[in-house]
């Protein structure tokens, strides 16, 4: 599996194992099925709930700690200086571990409608400054955000010492959120998608399964390829160990220019609903 450089220098995995909703009955097993698939790179996030077993799988998985990178995520509702340095002592406490590879705020702004969410600027630039004494104090190797428009990033930056070293985003077939991508590129800001398979929608999507039947893969499987050479690192979920392994074969797929092209004009289809600046509109 081919790492990417970050613009700190710290090299994190392609393709991770994205834990959301993936560890809603027997958690641990299925992170230790992961692991055991192959994967080394494991987003969690304390919205998720998950941290324990994550850790837990990663400690009884008998592999060293540093072959590992794993991501956890500040909880919208608890941004400012003060709540983010508690918070990330919860998140490692309950990962098990002194150090993350990669610490993200989850979201730009708290929850819609609560007191905090017209002050988001000011929360935003007091949680990096926060995650930027961890990272200066050796407890956080690289730091990046979740779900921010540019918008969101030049406020960030206005004060930001660290410049993020990964977005993390909706992005997939029929979702490609283009201005924000250019944006990060030109900042030299790495970009992960989240929910790279899309919705069901998406999976069923005609042009989509013609072209999967072409290349001989699953729809699924057509959709991380498509990340990969979009240049995203991708976090698929699955509980299933068969499929968690073919995920992994994704960058087998080379998917030719003009089928790339025709992917990235699709209209727009399988959007989660959820925008940072509004409360969740579900599609």
């Not at 850790?55 to 700690?65: C, T």
């Not at 998608?193 to 399964?209: I, Y």
Request: negative net charge; contains cysteine.
């Amino acid at each position: 599996m081919k790492d990417v450089v970050l613009n700190n220098g710290v090299s994190i995995p392609c393709i991770g194992f994205g834990t959301y909703k993936a560890t809603t009955e027997d958690g641990y097993s299925i992170i230790l099925n992961a692991i055991n698939a192959g994967y080394r790179h494991l987003d969690t996030a304390a919205l998720y709930e998950n941290e324990e077993e994550v850790g837990r799988a990663v400690r009884e998985s008998g592999i060293p700690r540093e072959q590992f990178f794993i991501t956890s995520k500040l909880n919208r509702n608890f941004l400012g200086y003060d709540n983010t340095k508690r918070e990330f002592e919860k998140s490692i406490k309950k990962l098990g571990t002194d150090y993350l590879d990669l610490y993200l705020i989850h979201w730009p702004r708290p929850d819609y409608g609560t007191d905090g969410f017209d002050d988001w600027k000011e929360l935003d630039r007091e949680s990096w400054r926060a995650m930027e004494e961890l990272m200066k104090a050796g407890r956080i190797r690289a730091l990046g955000v979740s779900n921010f428009l540019p918008h969101h990033l030049d406020n960030l930056l206005q004060s930001a010492e660290i410049v993020p070293a990964v977005n993390q985003l909706e992005l997939h077939p029929g979702y490609l959120q283009k201005e924000t991508v250019d944006y990060c590129r030109e900042k030299n800001i790495a970009i992960e998608a989240w929910s790279p398979m899309g919705r069901a929608r998406v999976l069923k999507d005609t042009l989509l399964s013609q072209i999967a039947e072409k290349y001989g893969v699953s729809t699924a499987n057509l959709c991380l390829s498509f990340g990969l050479q979009s240049g995203f690192i991708i976090l698929p979920k699955s509980t299933h160990i068969d499929r968690m392994k073919e995920n992994l074969n994704a960058e087998d797929t080379v998917i030719s220019k003009e089928d790339m092209d025709r992917i990235c004009s699709m209209p727009e289809t399988g959007w989660s609903g959820e925008h940072p600046d509004r409360e969740t509109v579900k599609p």
